[in-house]
C-alpha cells in the first residue's frame, strides 16, 4: 500500500489530523503535551492506504537521547522508503515557520522524498493571517524541488480542508492503484 506519512514540529497537529481524516477521534493518540508521539504509528485505511503518524521535531518534554532517537527514526523511514507516496509536512497555521522546518524541507529535498506543506490549526489564525500565511507557504514550495507546489490549509478542529485533503490522499492512492493493476482492493471512502 502507498504510504502518506504526516511529518512535522512537537504538537503542529499530526495525530489530530490523522484522527479528523479517519472520523475517528481516539485513532492516534492526541495530547497538549508536545512529544506525545514516540514512535511510528501506521494505519491502514480501507486497504487502499497506509498513513503514518510520525514522531514530531524540535521541542519535546524529553531528555535529549530520547529526542535524538525519535528524530533518527523518523529520518531512518523517510530514505529510501519504496512505498512513501509522499509525506504531508505539517505546518502550524498561527505561527511563524521554524529554522527546524527549512531544515526538514532540505532534508526531503536532498533525499528526493516527495513532500506537500499542509497548514494546520487555520482555524486559530485571523482570515487576513491566515490568506499571508497561505502565500507565504505557496512560495516556500516553490522554493523547493521536491515540495508539491500546492500548500493545503486544514483545521482538524472545524474540519476546513479536510474534504480536499482527503481527494488529495485519494488520488495518490488512485494513481498507485493505476500503475500496479489488480494489487489493490475497490475504492474505500475516507472518514
Do not use: C
Not at 472520523?23 to 506525545?36: D, I, M, Y
Not at 528524530?71 to 509536512?89: E, I, K, T
Request: glycine fraction near 8%; aromatic fraction near 4%.
Amino acid at each position: 500500500m502507498p504510504e502518506l506519512a504526516f511529518a512535522g514540529r512537537s504538537n503542529v497537529g499530526k495525530s489530530s489530523l490523522v484522527n479528523a481524516l479517519t472520523g475517528r477521534r481516539t485513532l492516534a493518540r492526541t495530547s497538549g503535551q508536545p512529544g506525545r508521539t514516540r514512535q511510528l504509528n501506521f494505519f491502514a485505511l480501507g486497504g487502499r492506504l497506509m498513513l503514518v503518524d510520525m514522531p514530531g521535531y524540535g521541542y519535546a518534554q524529553a531528555a535529549k537521547s530520547l529526542k535524538a532517537d525519535w528524530q533518527g527514526m523518523m529520518f531512518d523511514y523517510l530514505r529510501g522508503r519504496p512505498n512513501l507516496a509522499r509525506v504531508l509536512l505539517l505546518l502550524d497555521a498561527r505561527i511563524e515557520v521554524k529554522p527546524s522546518d527549512i531544515a526538514v524541507m532540505e532534508l526531503l529535498d536532498l533525499a528526493a522524498v516527495s513532500y506537500q506543506l499542509v497548514l494546520t490549526k487555520a482555524d486559530g489564525a485571523k482570515p487576513a493571517a491566515l490568506a499571508r500565511k497561505q502565500a507565504e507557504a505557496r512560495a516556500l514550495a516553490r522554493r523547493h524541488p521536491a515540495a508539491h507546489p500546492d500548500a493545503l490549509t486544514t483545521s482538524a478542529e472545524s474540519g476546513a480542508g479536510l474534504e480536499t485533503l482527503r481527494a488529495v490522499l485519494a488520488a495518490i492512492a488512485d494513481e498507485r492503484a493505476a500503475r500496479n493493476p489488480g494489487s489493490q482492493p475497490p475504492i474505500v471512502r475516507l472518514g
